[in-house]
């Protein structure tokens, strides 16, 4: 995609967000409604920069919140944790789920990203709008629960012994941390993906532009890290848990255990999400060290290091 088609796209973005903040603005007449309303706006517009939670897709929100006035916001308070979200999903069914699952993203692939060549190590393994991991890896992955989690929810289990150790040092040290979102299976990302595709052509969106639109707020599936088994969210995966002392905690020592912090603040363009204190990803002890030293992306290790 070029400058002008990003900057085209970002315009388009920006007059549906003032239509949708114009149509909120006119139907509540409650100062705690409005209140409601400028979060949600906030939040959408942290949604049209990526975001690679997923925390409540538009279509979803829709049929689970039917009666309240925050039902109008194309993507409001963002609080449900993930697992739910999966819950509700999970029975849900799409009816068009086999559409083709990667299209769209070639048209992003443009070059001034980094493309992964094959056979990266597991742990470097590199998962994003321009990297996607395909299907059958995601499903063979060998998996373990993680206790010292809310939901119960689980990682590759080459991992599972060094977030432990994490979480468990973390909180030694006074931090209040538990794991909250972790791997996600591929059909459930796809499921989500093409719901929330689904929710955008209803609002009048063309075909594309609706795939693209969905892929700022669901990742397509395979390109969201929570495929991996790699990734986990803590606490309430979002913006509260920036500043605490398990944030900072986790700033100094989560190299040591191999992981990083995986979208940094001022590196959106490079990763393609925005930032998130609440998101880290294993890559080992070695990476995680470089990468924390030095203030840098994964995609950018990936690229320094020609793997
Ligand atoms: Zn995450």
Redesign the pocket.
Known sequence: MSVSDKERARRRRESRRRAHRGDIIAAVVLIVVVAIAVIGASVAIAHANGN??DPMPSATKRTTTTTTTTTTLPSSTTTTS?SSTTTTTTTATTGNSSSSTTAGTTAQNTGSHYVQPAGAAWNLLLVNDWNTMPQASVDALKLKVINQSAVNGSVDERIADPLNKMISACRKAGGNIWAQ?MYRPYEIQKSLYWKEVDYWKGQGLAQAEAEDKAATIVKRPGQ???NTGL???FNN?DESFTGTTAYNWLLEHCHEYGFIL??PQGKEDVTGVVF?S???RYVGVEAATEIMRDGITLEEYCQRHGV
């Open positions: 690679e939670e993930p979102s969201s890290e929570h990734a986990v969210d995966c995986r979208f998130e609440w998101h880290y």
